[in-house]
């Protein structure tokens, strides 16, 4: 049987500077599909493995028979990371409410940072409890990234409410009836906008919360779609949290670990939680 061709060339076509741009813009999205795809399947392994019939589940760090590795055969065989293989009894549409709760949260805090030119929803519906207010940080304007950085730090903190902002939406609009009330929660940020050294630490501390959060949820989704959105929702939070370490003068060192932390949603209520003054018991339902 002949090897599926899932690239086909022209040796010719590829001395042109533009045919090889292309050819390697495909390479480079066929490999990231690779690579993506045992991630997907791992989170995902216990019900695949379940429709064959394995006894052992086959998931990697599962500390089974494997020895904490996916299974001979599989994809890629991946080394056990520590406590990824737990799994919470939560149903995607209690993940998609977690998450919307923490965005929540995060939307609140930079409304309150900065309500200037806000677009697309608002004050009112997404800050019931605190009107926005104070609206604004003192010192803030006057902070300067590092050297050779040329944004605004200000006009950064205004990108990362917008981007909180369409995740609310987003999540909201995903689950319909079944989200959570904005007006059954109230938050508190005491003292975070006294001065921007404040803000800016309290920043960073909800964009690392929200990237552990989602960490947390991977392998308890169902859907795929769903996990999709989460990693994508995850990997910007990413973003925010490393050009907030940027702008502190907190530089990636030798003592980053290669994999980041996850935290279950107990672990994330117990970071969150001093925020969060009002909250439906149980929150998870």
Avoid at 56 to 83: D, I, Q, R, Y
Avoid at 200 to 215: C, H, K, M, N
Wanted: hydrophobic share 45%; with cysteine.
């Amino acid at each position: 049987m002949s090897p599926t061709k899932l690239i086909e060339f022209n040796a010719e076509e590829l001395s042109q500077p533009a045919e090889r741009r292309r050819f390697l813009s495909t390479l480079a999205v066929a490999a990231g599909a690779a690579a993506l795809a045992p991630m997907i399947l791992r989170g995902r392994g216990s019900d695949l493995h379940a429709q064959h019939g394995d006894p052992h589940g086959g998931v990697a760090g599962n500390g089974g028979s494997h020895g904490g590795t996916a299974e001979s055969g599989a994809v890629c065989n991946f080394p056990a990371l520590t406590g990824w293989a737990e799994r919470e009894a939560l149903t995607d549409t209690q993940i998609l409410n977690f998450a919307l709760v923490l965005e929540y949260l995060e939307a609140t805090f930079y409304i309150r940072a900065d309500n200037q030119g806000l677009a697309g929803a608002t004050i009112a519906s997404l800050d019931p409890d605190g009107g926005g207010l104070p609206g604004f940080v003192p010192g803030l304007s006057a902070v300067r990234p590092p050297k050779p950085a040329i944004f605004k730090v200000e006009e950064f903190v205004r990108t990362v409410r917008d981007h909180e902002i369409t995740h609310v939406l987003f999540l909201q609009n995903a689950l319909g009836a079944a989200a959570v009330d904005r007006n059954d929660f109230a938050f508190s940020f005491p003292g975070a906008f006294n001065n921007a050294q404040t803000f800016l630490s309290v920043a960073q501390t909800l964009e690392d919360v929200g990237v552990t959060a989602y960490l947390g949820q991977v392998g308890n989704i169902d859907d795929v779609g769903i996990l999709a959105s989460a990693g994508s929702i995850a990997g910007v939070e990413g973003e925010h949290a490393a050009t907030f370490r940027y702008i502190r003068n907190q530089f990636i060192t030798p003592n980053n670990q290669a994999f980041d932390t996850r935290r279950t949603s107990a672990e994330v209520l117990a970071q969150a939680g001093p925020f969060i003054t009002r909250a439906p018991t149980p929150l998870l339902g």
